[in-house]
């Protein structure tokens, strides 16, 4: 299958390949026998100065045996170089086309359960449940299970489609605007990538870990209140604007960068020659992070039709 010119160049400056399988043939192999030292007597000769013969099979100290390549003579193998080839880990190596294909597969299982859930939005309670239940059980399996990954692409499907419908119901054209919108963000944030003009830096990957758990905080409280005193934190308005609307913009940021945590990841992954069967975990995060970022955007969206109705 042809690669993808522009994911392909995410690993264009990585290397080509890695290091730790080193260069398979003879490289740094020793040799069966190694030509005579000059001056080195061979077998059935008497050295310069020796009062007698050595006998067959034996070699008198400081003499070299028949056919024994000589010690000095033999320089150890570097790292780089094995003596032998070195064995390739179980099964094929990691390529971007592997990821890509099972993300588009973990997308159309999305896509069709969100078809679904569109037409009896009551599904949506399953997919939420499933798609958090399925969420962690990936997230910590230590095996990644292809089964279990789409799966958890349906039941995000029929959240997202159930959700849809209800926003689209009441706000119109919302539904295809956060789509749009979502590949748009998902693409600029590749191409971006691709071109090195965007990486992920430590000090960002600390933030977002702060923000993400910021966020989930912030979401248990308002649902708290939700629950107790019947309203939410995100009806809350500060000068006309409903508080959850730069909360949505703040998380569509951390949304998006989950996304650029997602493609550094791949690419490592690529370069380091991960075992095949890992394409589907990074799919189940690549498709975590998509189906995040329209959640995200979906609720700006609303937000801001909101505000324009005058609701």
């Not at 006309?240 to 940021?253: M, S, T």
């Amino acid at each position: 299958m042809a690669g993808n010119p522009l994911i392909n160049s995410m690993t264009k400056k990585q290397g080509q390949g890695d290091p730790r399988f080193g260069r398979f043939g003879a490289g740094g192999q020793a040799q069966q026998s190694q030509q005579q030292a000059y001056g080195q007597p061979q077998y059935g000769q008497q050295a310069y100065g020796q009062q007698s013969q050595p006998q067959y099979g034996q070699a008198q100290y400081g003499q070299q045996a028949y056919g024994q390549p000589q010690y000095t003579d033999y320089s150890a193998p570097t790292y780089s170089e094995p003596t032998y080839s070195e064995p390739i880990p179980a099964g094929e190596r990691l390529t971007m086309n592997d990821v890509l294909v099972k993300t588009a597969i973990n997308l159309g299982l999305v896509v069709a359960g969100a078809v679904v859930a569109w037409y009896v939005p009551v599904l949506m309670i399953l997919g939420l449940l499933g798609g958090l239940v399925l969420g962690l059980v990936n997230s910590f399996k230590q095996k990644v299970s292809p089964v279990l990954v789409m799966a958890y692409a349906l039941m995000e499907g029929m959240m997202l489609g159930g959700l849809s419908a209800i926003v689209n119901l009441r706000y119109p054209g919302t539904a295809i605007q956060a789509v749009l919108a979502t590949i748009v963000v998902a693409g600029v944030t590749l191409a971006l990538f691709a071109n090195g003009k965007i990486r992920t830096t430590p000090k960002l990957n600390k933030i977002f870990m702060i923000g993400a758990l910021s966020y989930l905080g912030y979401g248990l409280v308002s649902m708290l209140t939700a629950g107790l005193f019947g309203f939410s934190l995100n009806s809350m308005s500060i000068g006309g604007i409903p508080l959850g609307l730069p909360i949505a913009l703040i998380a569509v940021a951390m949304a998006t960068y989950s996304l650029l945590i997602d493609y550094t990841t791949t690419a490592e992954a690529v370069d380091a020659g991960l075992p095949q069967s890992e394409s589907w975990r990074l799919a189940f995060g690549l498709t975590a992070s998509l189906v995040w970022l329209y959640v995200e955007i979906l609720r700006v969206l609303m937000y801001l039709a909101s505000i324009f109705s005058n609701d």
